[in-house]
């Protein structure tokens, strides 16, 4: 079975200051990961995959995220956040051989203040 | 329009009534996917459909609840007999998904947000 931790409910920080959110998972099995935001009523938009590859990825809003594999973790970074980033942000993982159903983590809810 | 879309938005039901919601996904999806968001929680997988067949069903939480997609276009999902436990957000996504084997983006709709008093 897969699990994804998001152990910070809750992140605060304030406009134009570096932020990461963190991620681990749990897997037997080899896994894809990804990163979702989702904005107040509204659905989960894609921030950004690691399916293969440099384990550094770049997505859009000009967030990064790094697969590591030995700490099973996938940390989301921006180096300098907006109040419009304020929103609530989901990992998620794949297994390589069931493609269709994502695992969440619990969320966590970025708030940046002016 | 361009993106996954569903109705109703909102949705308040009285314990033991039944709902219907309903899904319209991207237009030559194949893949469509149901998922549940309890308050604070991340969305949980309920079921899944390739067309109009049904491949997974694994995540349904009981037999009151039922999903469909009859012409492999429009999908619904009725909870019946609902319970307060079943107010949560129910999101649909849908994909192209023509090989199983490999990845295909889910795209999101914004959910409808059931709550049972």
């Known amino acids: 079975a897969q699990s994804v931790t998001q152990l910070d409910s809750q992140v605060p920080v304030f406009e134009e200051a570096p932020v990461e959110l963190r991620c681990n998972y749990s897997?037997?099995?080899?896994?894809?990961l990804f990163w979702y935001v989702q904005y107040p009523n509204q659905g989960l938009q894609l921030l950004l995959k690691?399916?293969?590859?440099?384990?550094l990825v770049k997505g859009i809003n000009g967030f990064e995220a790094e697969f590591n594999k030995s700490q099973t973790s996938f940390h989301l970074r921006k180096p300098s956040v907006h109040i419009s980033d304020t929103a609530e942000y989901f990992c998620?993982?794949?297994?390589?051989?069931?493609?269709?159903?994502?695992?969440f983590g619990t969320g966590t809810r970025l708030k940046v203040l002016a | 329009g361009a993106g996954v879309s569903q109705s109703p938005r909102y949705k308040v039901a009285k314990r033991g009534q039944d709902v219907a919601l309903r899904c319209d996904p991207i237009?030559?999806?194949?893949?469509l996917f149901w998922y549940q968001q309890a308050l604070g929680q991340g969305p949980e997988f309920l079921t899944y459909?390739?067309?109009?067949?049904?491949?997974?069903k694994s995540g349904l939480p009981s037999d009151r609840f039922f999903a469909e997609r009859p012409e492999g276009s429009v999908s619904t999902l009725k909870i019946q007999r609902t319970q307060q436990e079943d107010s949560a957000v129910y999101l649909c996504?849908?994909?192209?998904?023509?090989?199983?084997?490999?990845?295909?983006?889910?795209?999101f709709g914004p959910g409808t947000r059931l709550t049972v008093l």
């Open positions: 996504a849908s994909s192209l998904r023509r090989d199983p084997r490999s990845y295909n983006e889910q795209f």
């Open positions: 897997s037997s099995v080899s896994v894809y």
């Open positions: 690691y399916l293969s590859g440099s384990t």
């Open positions: 998620a993982v794949i297994t390589t051989s069931g493609t269709y159903k994502y695992i």
């Open positions: 237009s030559g999806h194949v893949s």
């Open positions: 459909f390739q067309n109009e067949a049904q491949l997974d």
